[in-house]
């Protein structure tokens, strides 16, 4: 195997297992369709083993770059990649009985959510717009698919249909503004790209010194401006199309991580997706898309920062907002995750405003937490899934500590991480922002980011009171299998651990940045 193809051997792998499970399914009776779900977990198995060898790699030569410069192996990529297979591997353990219930065991699934974490782990690894666009359209035609699965229903029918179409919009918007900064640049290569940036960015300040100080000096500026570029050199040309390249990108990019005002998918796609694809999507889709948001601001971006930083912050502002205010008045708890999730992004986001370096281990930090809290509050209402009770409305909780204790705790604290509440791993995402904001004098945003923690702290709240005071009426005992046990005994400890004792975790988002080893 080349030294190139060894820098992608992860991603090799789960596409590999992917395709035998699509082979093996053939030939697998109803009853033995579990092997399935092994033969993915064993596939991530594989894909981590050989992620840690990579690491071992970067850590011994830095930075490891394959494919003529397209991607490269370093933290930022073991990081995400670690925290993807995580995910898929937390979905899997969720599925089986789920699928069982609803009789949809087909072998697909589990290919499709392979395909999906390898095209999320190019995204991570790209720095290439190419291999970047690539990846993630691997893995939104993956999660199309997988959104309109239970091919039965007609809300996934339309959840589907919402998505394909509106993630195609986004995709093209997206497209146009990577096009726009090929053009630019005359490369694919994000510090190309970056280095091309900072030129445009300083002619752009020539030409206003030029407009705003006239005289003989800016005369002989001007005289050399266009003997380098000709007469046809448009000042409004110049300022423009920088701007246009990050507004286009942003809302492509905004779109994937359902930002507000770009967020009208979340909800109906949360409620109609299978439940394990919805904490997927949730967290996986959401971590590789804040990734490739990291890898174009961070780089690409990163010598126009002053003139980006208060459309971030205001989009971090309206996600707030909005996400926090819808949140509030939904009943189906799958709806309720899907708009606090665009909360959620509000923060993120001002640790891209931020954006030193307590701000960009935050959202790293921050995604971590989001991964496995996220994942365990999903899980919580999988296990509720039961024939003839879907298990997805707040009346479908009441009385759930009477019915099964362990269930109930567990949802307690996922509810206290999401709101933010010590000692769990959110807590320390939102300390993280909050200092950040202070660090980099935003009072302003960080009051906000701080009072939109009550009303958060009231509707997750709601949750927990239908769990633990309402009666429980004729509702069912939950029946929570191995593999489900074993995903929600691992969100929990993970969440818990990483908000007592929090130094290494926060040390693994430091080391993603080059920040620590």
């Known amino acids: 195997m080349g030294p190139d193809v060894q820098l992608i051997q992860p991603q090799i792998e789960l596409v590999l297992f992917g395709l035998g499970i699509l082979l093996i399914d053939f030939y697998l ?9 092994g033969l993915a977990l064993v596939g991530t198995g594989f894909s981590g083993y050989t992620l840690w060898i990579l690491h071992g790699r970067a850590a011994a030569s830095m930075d490891v770059l394959g494919f003529k410069n397209s991607i490269i192996v370093d933290g930022f990529f073991v990081y995400f990649s670690a925290l993807l297979l995580a995910a898929t591997a937390l979905t899997v353990l969720l599925s089986v009985r789920y699928l069982e219930t609803e009789e949809e065991q087909h072998g697909e699934y589990y290919a499709l ?25 691997t893995m939104a035609i993956s999660f199309y698919v997988l959104t309109g699965y239970l091919r039965r229903q007609k809300r996934s029918n339309e959840a589907a249909l919402k998505y394909v179409l509106l993630g195609a919009f986004s995709s093209g918007i997206l497209a146009y503004g990577l096009s726009l900064l090929y053009g630019l640049s005359g490369s ?29 000096a800016a005369d002989q500026m001007r005289v050399a401006l266009e003997a380098q570029f000709g007469h046809g050199l448009d000042p409004f040309l110049v300022q423009i199309l920088p701007i246009a390249a990050f507004v286009t990108i942003s809302v492509g990019l905004f779109f994937k991580i359902a930002a507000a005002p770009f967020h009208q998918w979340s909800p109906d796609v949360y409620e109609g997706a299978p439940t394990p694809i919805t904490a997927y999507l949730s967290v996986a ?18 010598p126009t920062e002053e003139t980006w930083g208060v459309l971030v912050a205001a989009v971090a502002v309206v996600s707030l907002t909005w996400g926090t205010l819808a949140a509030i008045t939904q009943t189906n708890v799958k709806r309720l995750l899907a708009y606090s999730s665009i909360a959620h992004v509000g923060y993120m986001l001002l640790g891209v405003v931020a954006g030193n370096e307590t701000g960009i281990v935050g959202i790293a930090f921050y995604l971590f937490a989001y991964t496995f809290m996220t994942t365990g509050a999903f899980a919580v209402v999988i296990v509720l899934r039961r024939k003839g009770l879907i298990g997805e409305d707040l009346e479908d909780l009441n009385g759930l500590y009477q019915r099964s204790p362990a269930a109930a705790v567990s949802l307690l604290i996922f509810m206290l991480s999401l709101a933010g509440i010590p000692p769990t791993a959110g807590f320390l995402g939102k300390y993280f922002i909050f200092q950040s904001l202070i660090e980099t004098k935003h009072p302003v945003l960080a009051i906000f980011a701080a009072l939109y923690a009550v009303p958060a702290l009231y509707y997750y709240f709601r949750i927990v009171v239908h769990a633990w005071l309402k009666q429980p009426g004729e509702a069912p005992s939950p029946a929570i299998s191995v593999a489900q046990a074993v995903a929600l005994g691992a969100t929990l400890v993970v969440t818990l651990a990483a908000g007592v004792y929090p130094e290494p975790f926060a040390q693994l988002a430091r080391y993603a940045f080059g920040l620590g080893h």
């Open 188 to 216: 694919t290569n994000l510090a190309s790209i970056s280095r091309a940036m900072s030129y445009w960015n300083g002619l752009k300040d020539q030409l206003v010194a030029i407009q705003h100080n006239p005289g003989p």
């Open 29 to 37: 009776e109803k009853p033995a369709k579990y092997v399935n779900a």
């Open 285 to 302: 889709s959401k971590t590789a898309s804040f990734a490739l948001l990291l890898r174009i601001f961070l780089t690409a971006f990163r």
């Open 113 to 137: 959510m392979l395909f999906a974490c390898a095209g999320m782990m190019f995204m991570a690894s790209g720095i290439d717009i190419v291999v970047l666009f690539l990846g993630l359209e």
